[in-house]
């Protein structure tokens, strides 16, 4: 299934990187960029982590005929979770896009010593 709205999601991606550079600033190198985006996949895969545990918890339930009410609603806020971790990712590759970017400006315009 595909997600129907991706300007949405493009909003939402680019309002976190906002309140990111607010609170953070912007990158001052590549070792930084990647330290930052590697702990944002960290933390998407232990949501990931989650989820895949509350699916097997769920089918538990399921099996064992026990309801599973509450373990829906565990599923629904882990998946909000990702949803979130997801989106850091998505804007701190955008941060670490529009970092290169600059870079590449600054030094086209450096001459090059010989």
């Known amino acids: 299934m ?3 709205n991706k300007e949405k999601l493009r909003q939402l991606i680019g309002e976190e990187l906002t309140e990111a550079n607010k609170q953070y600033g912007y990158f001052c190198s590549k070792h930084e960029a990647y330290a930052v985006l590697l702990e944002e996949v960290e933390e998407l895969q232990e949501a990931l982590d989650d989820m895949k545990q509350g699916m097997s918890n769920l089918w538990r339930h399921i099996r064992n005929d026990i309801e599973p009410s509450v373990t829906v609603e565990r599923g629904r806020i882990i998946a909000l979770d990702v949803a979130e ?3 850091q990712v998505a804007a701190m590759w955008r941060k670490l896009q529009l970092f290169l970017e600059q870079e590449a400006v600054e030094n086209a315009g450096k001459a090059n010593p010989i």
């Open 85 to 87: 971790e997801a989106i």
């Open 2 to 4: 595909a997600f129907q």
